[in-house]
């Protein structure tokens, strides 16, 4: 509506431009410079019922204009804005120092780098493609892909639940000494608050031949953007029991995280401390899947 105001309002600032009213009157000599007649049909007179007739014609060509806008008729193709695309592209790169899954280094402790890519209709459904290098492993070589799909909505305002399906798919797996590929089902629901976001986490995944068993995870994460700054802090706690908790003495365990990002043009530079409480056995070589640490990253995204 404010743009129909404006645009309503140029219109009334155009009148202002039209040359002097005497220059686009018609042009009676006698009735400027006669000296006879009646009263009535004297200069004055003459020169009102041209200047009524004159600004009559005027706003009723305004009014007629405002009219049309208030009504939604079409404007010039220069003054519309372009729908927004049925589906958009989002991807990025990271480079973290650690890739840590739950608190588990899945890296051992070295650098990997994290392409990714993400196609979003504007229906809310989704899906994308994520990958990492790992380390060298019997059971499942040493690169992850995890195809993802889902569906997220507005359930209220600022409330958004988001429900995903997700294959990792490990491509060394037909070297690998068993299954390695698995799924897992999600469902997030998230709510923002000025500049405060919390999320919750369900993951699922049932009994397959890569796990062995089945695994649940639990998660909660806060985010908060620090006004007038690029900053955002962040912290998470989870909880995993099952298969992917092996590294456990009794198959669960807790992880938990604080950290904070900041942007900087094109790059987002994190740091993050993450720790578990699994208990270290004093093998460097075991314990450095879990152990407290600090992980850096650079990531930069379109």
Not at 8 to 27: E, N
Not at 140 to 156: C, L, M, N, P, Q
Not at 232 to 258: E, K, M, N, R
Request: aromatic residues 10%; negative net charge.
């Amino acid at each position: 509506m404010q743009q129909l105001c404006r645009i309503g309002l140029s219109i009334c600032d155009k009148m202002a431009l039209f040359p002097p009213l005497l220059l686009q009157m018609p042009y009676h000599r006698h009735a400027i410079f006669s000296h006879g007649g009646d009263e009535q049909d004297g200069p004055a007179k003459i020169l009102g019922d041209e200047m009524l007739r004159y600004f009559s014609g005027k706003l009723k060509v305004a009014a007629m204009a405002i009219a049309m806008l208030s009504a939604g008729v079409a404007l010039p193709a220069a003054a519309q804005t372009d729908p927004a695309p049925e589906i958009q592209i989002h991807g990025g790169v990271d480079l973290v120092s650690d890739y840590r899954f739950r608190g588990i280094s899945l890296s051992g402790g070295d650098i990997a780098i994290q392409p990714s890519i993400t196609a979003e209709h504007h229906s809310g459904v989704y899906a994308g493609l994520w990958a990492s290098n790992i380390e060298n492993q019997p059971a499942s070589g040493k690169a992850e892909v995890d195809i993802f799909a889902g569906y997220a909505t507005e359930i209220a305002s600022g409330t958004v639940l988001d429900v995903g399906l997700a294959y990792y798919w490990y491509p060394d797996g037909d070297k690998a000494a068993g299954p390695s590929d698995f799924f897992e089902i999600s469902s997030k629901l998230s709510h923002t608050l000025g500049p405060i976001e919390a999320t919750g986490t369900i993951a699922y995944s049932w009994d397959q031949a890569a796990l062995g068993d089945d695994n649940l995870y639990l998660g909660l994460g806060l985010a908060a953007g620090v006004p007038n700054t690029p900053l955002t802090l962040q912290a998470g706690v989870g909880y995993s029991d099952g298969a992917l908790a092996d590294l456990a003495p009794h198959g669960h365990y807790w992880d938990w995280s604080v950290g904070a990002s900041a942007v900087f043009g094109p790059i987002t530079a994190g740091v993050k401390y993450v720790d578990t409480n699994i208990p270290h056995i004093g093998i460097k070589s075991v314990d450095k899947y879990y152990k407290a640490r600090l992980i850096f990253s650079l990531g930069t995204y379109f």
